[in-house]
């Protein structure tokens, strides 16, 4: 049965170089943040190609990849100097099924780096692409990029969005000294039940990815290093 509580997530990026650095700081931010939308009832779901690699692409794998974007709510995109044929396919994608049907809603990040005249050009085109039908934020720090991050889920509208505004609105008032939201609209107790896993460093990339998102949602990552 579809969680309703649970908003998708399919992150996008080349599977080498700094955009999949940058792709890894997003996977690891939004675990974090779903963590903190599990305590309010809500869930956040992360899809994409954390689990795959090019001997996984092939033989129709990139379909299933393609089906994941279909299926999310928001697609997220972190680029770097340049635009793989693969992640370029993904955005085309996402854009067409945002536009049939208004999901998912697209966000491409770029990052500032060094780059080629032609990978450049590639940039251009996708930001050309994402006029009036996605968001794209060019950036050269991370960090300046988190309270974005949480703009997907803010304007998703659903559950989480719920989840994440109460949250905040919390957090807000706690340092303000105003009635927080509980206390302002009658929220009653959050039961948590957690499940602590602990994940060896032993294992390699791939394997401890794929196990994190396996059991992402179900559970509270203790350790993921």
């Known amino acids: 049965m579809e969680n309703s509580a649970a908003i998708k997530i399919f992150v996008g990026s080349s599977i080498n170089g700094t955009a999949r650095d940058e792709r890894d700081k997003t996977d690891d931010y939004f675990y974090k943040l779903g963590d903190e939308l599990q305590l309010r009832g809500a869930q956040l779901r992360l899809f994409g190609c954390i689990t795959w690699d090019n001997r996984m692409r092939e033989g129709g794998s990139q379909k299933a990849l393609n089906e994941m974007i279909e299926g999310s709510d928001a697609a997220v995109f972190m680029l770097a100097g340049d635009v793989g044929e693969y992640t370029r396919e993904e955005i085309d994608i996402a854009l067409a099924a945002s536009k049939k049907s208004g999901k998912p809603k697209v966000y491409i990040f770029s990052k500032k780096t060094n780059s080629t005249p032609e990978g450049e050009d590639r940039i251009a085109q996708v930001k050309a692409a994402c006029a009036g039908r996605a968001e794209f934020f060019e950036y050269e720090e991370f960090d300046k990029i988190k309270d974005s991050l949480r703009d997907v889920v803010r304007k998703d509208g659903g559950q989480a969005s719920a989840a994440l505004q109460a949250i905040e609105y919390r957090r807000k008032s706690?340092?303000?000294?105003?009635?927080?939201?509980?206390?302002?609209?009658?929220?009653?107790?959050?039961?948590?039940?957690?499940?602590?896993?602990?994940?060896?460093?032993?294992?390699?990339?791939?394997?401890?990815r794929k196990l994190c998102n396996e059991i992402h949602g179900m559970g509270h990552l203790l350790d993921d290093v």
């Not at 340092?175 to 294992?203: P, R």
């Open 174 to 208: 706690a340092q303000s000294g105003y009635k927080t939201f509980d206390e302002k609209y009658g929220g009653g107790d959050v039961k948590i039940s957690n499940i602590y896993v602990f994940i060896s460093s032993a294992l390699n990339e791939t394997a401890r």
